[in-house]
């Protein structure tokens, strides 16, 4: 009963979460049949579970009636007929054997019960036997300075999502000097966002990947990811303050996360007539549903900021922001960050990143290109300049580079 009662809170919750899609792209009646399917289903098991449940009282009320009442009536002979028996020995005696049924009908309830509950304990042993990350030892302990700069270099990296899965990335080798600033480009399933993940060792890696010349499959996921800033497309936040989401271990003064937050331009985005203005204080929704996704994605250049790690992974989201926020967002990367910042942007937009230091093409997860965009540009049967060609916007980005 349980397992069919969450898909329809799940859907509830989906529905809820969904309604403006819902209503614009005029899916009630789907939404509503699907709704009714899953309900039926957790009908269904529930009806049983109650006819089951009555079918068990009635069994051992008869039982009661039976051998209980019988018991009781045995009882109360001996009780009349029988020698030396008190007044106070019959009451309790009786009062006991009454009390003893009911005692018996709690107890097999309370059996059931426990079973139905267990369910919950079935799924957190669920949860306990999925494979686990390995857990981090003394050994994975980098030195405290580390890393000091954002130098990474990568040697044959290959990566593949699941043990048996087909490799998404083939013996990818590059060098990334501290304070670089290069972009990712490539087609849609290249391998972009794998690469990221292959540098946080989220999914299965092979190969060889130095940050400050440490490598970084010997040390504790912890540290490597605490050392690593990735701004997604859609960063999520927590509920809470714009404070508490900037510094939730409360290790930076309040003039530390001003800072950061003018750096990433959240102030120059609000306007002095604005009617809510975000500040430390302001409080942020669950996930950060009460700010724009450009909000969100400043806030997590500016906890970037607060964290001061050397290498930042920025996964553009610039179909999602107005060009202005997108404006803010880029002069806070090139004046906001520390110059010994790393900085990987995934382009989906060429425009931002012609500016780079330096570009890597990926195709098919193999790095076919990667240097300077104007020595990629000047290969007239590159890729990049194939993609550069191919964009509306071609006379614009050779004009930029210019
Ligand atoms: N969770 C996953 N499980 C298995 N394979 C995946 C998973 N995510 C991506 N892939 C595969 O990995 C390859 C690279 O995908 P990836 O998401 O890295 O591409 P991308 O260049 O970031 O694409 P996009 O620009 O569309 O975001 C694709 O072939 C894709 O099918």
New binding site residues.
């Given amino acids: 009963m349980s397992n069919a009662q969450a898909p329809v809170i799940a859907h509830i919750g989906a529905v809820m979460a969904g309604l403006v899609s819902i209503r614009a792209y005029g899916a009630q009646q789907a939404v509503r049949k699907e709704c009714y399917v899953r309900i039926d289903r957790q009908t269904r098991t529930s009806r049983t579970f109650r006819d089951i449940n009555r079918c068990a009282l009635f069994g051992l009320r008869s039982y009661g009636f039976h051998d209980c009442e019988a018991n009781h009536m045995g009882i109360a002979i001996y009780l009349v007929y029988g020698r030396g028996v008190t007044a106070s020995d019959t009451g309790f005696a009786l009062n006991m054997a009454v009390g003893f049924c009911e005692l018996f009908k709690f107890g097999v309830f309370t059996m059931n019960r426990i079973e139905v509950q267990g369910n919950s304990l079935e799924r957190v042993q669920q949860y306990l036997e999925i494979e686990h990350e390995p857990k981090p030892s003394s050994d994975g302990v980098p030195p405290a300075y580390w890393p000091s700069s954002g130098k990474l270099s990568v040697e044959g990296l290959s990566a593949r999502?699941s043990a048996d899965?087909p490799s998404?990335l083939h013996d990818v080798s590059f060098t990334v000097n501290s304070g670089e600033r290069v972009g990712i480009v490539?087609r849609?399933?290249?391998?972009?966002?794998?690469l990221t993940l292959a540098l946080l060792r989220c999914i299965l890696t092979e190969g060889k990947v130095f940050l400050d010349d440490l490598p970084t499959n010997t040390l504790n996921l912890d540290s490597l990811r605490s050392s690593i800033t990735i701004i997604p497309q859609v960063p999520e936040l927590l509920s809470g303050t714009i404070r508490q989401n900037l510094d939730p271990f409360e290790e930076h003064d309040d003039a530390v996360l001003n800072d950061a937050l003018r750096a990433s331009g959240l102030f120059s985005l609000q306007r002095d007539d604005d009617d809510v203005k975000l500040t430390l204080d302001s409080a942020i929704a669950s996930g950060g549903g009460n700010l724009s996704v450009g909000q969100r994605q400043i806030l997590a250049l500016a906890r970037a900021m607060v964290r001061r790690s050397k290498l930042l992974i920025l996964d553009e989201a610039t179909s999602a922001i107005d060009y202005e926020t997108d404006n803010a967002i880029q002069e806070s990367l090139r004046t906001g960050l520390d110059k010994d910042v790393t900085l990987l942007t995934?382009a989906?937009r060429l425009q931002t990143v012609m500016d780079a230091d330096k570009i890597m093409v990926?195709d098919a997860?193999r790095l076919v290109e990667f240097g300077t965009p104007r020595e990629l540009l000047k290969n007239e049967h590159g890729v990049l300049r194939a993609l550069v060609d191919e964009s509306g916007d071609k006379d614009n980005l050779h004009s930029l580079l210019r």
């Fill in positions: 999502y899965g998404v490539g849609t399933g290249s391998g972009k966002s794998s995934i989906h990926l997860g």
